[in-house]
Nanobody, 126 residues
Framework: QVQLVESGGGTVQPGSSLKLSCAAS????????VSWFRQVPGKEREIVAG????????LYSESVKDRFTITYDNAKNTWYLEMNSLKPEDTADYYC???????????????????WGQGTRVTVSS
């Protein structure tokens, strides 16, 4: 049974950095797309960044491009979201999601993903 467990959320000041982790277990993930989504109350879940490590492809939303970086450690089955220059509008619950894929492009929509973590909250506030 595939499990994704996020960690690393917290409360930080604007301009700070934070690194989220997504530890995967219960399967093999070498051919998976793994993405980070975020959601605030009353809004739809939106993709922040995604990666297909077997293809070397990544996807970033315009709002986080040049500030966030998605990386992975195959040996640990762990994916990371490094967030720099955080802004109050980055405040949200962040979710890790995964699906097996043979595609080249990272799926953008939540409905495309089969596995989800429980989420970790990031609050950016002065």
């Amino acid at each position: 049974q595939v499990q994704l467990v996020e960690s690393g959320g917290g409360t930080v000041q604007p301009g700070s950095s934070l690194k989220l982790s997504c530890a995967a277990s219960g399967g093999t993930f070498s051919r998976n797309a793994v993405s980070w989504f975020r959601q605030v109350p009353g809004k739809e879940r939106e993709i922040v960044a995604g990666i297909i490590s077997s293809r070397g492809t990544t996807l970033y939303s315009e709002s986080v491009k040049d500030r966030f970086t998605i990386t992975y450690d195959n040996a640990k089955n762990t994916w990371y979201l490094e967030m720099n220059s955080l802004k109050p509008e980055d405040t949200a619950d962040y979710y890790c999601a995964s699906r097996r894929t043979v595609d080249y492009y990272v799926p953008q929509y939540p409905s495309s993903y089969h596995y989800w973590g429980q989420g970790t909250r990031v609050t950016v506030s002065s």
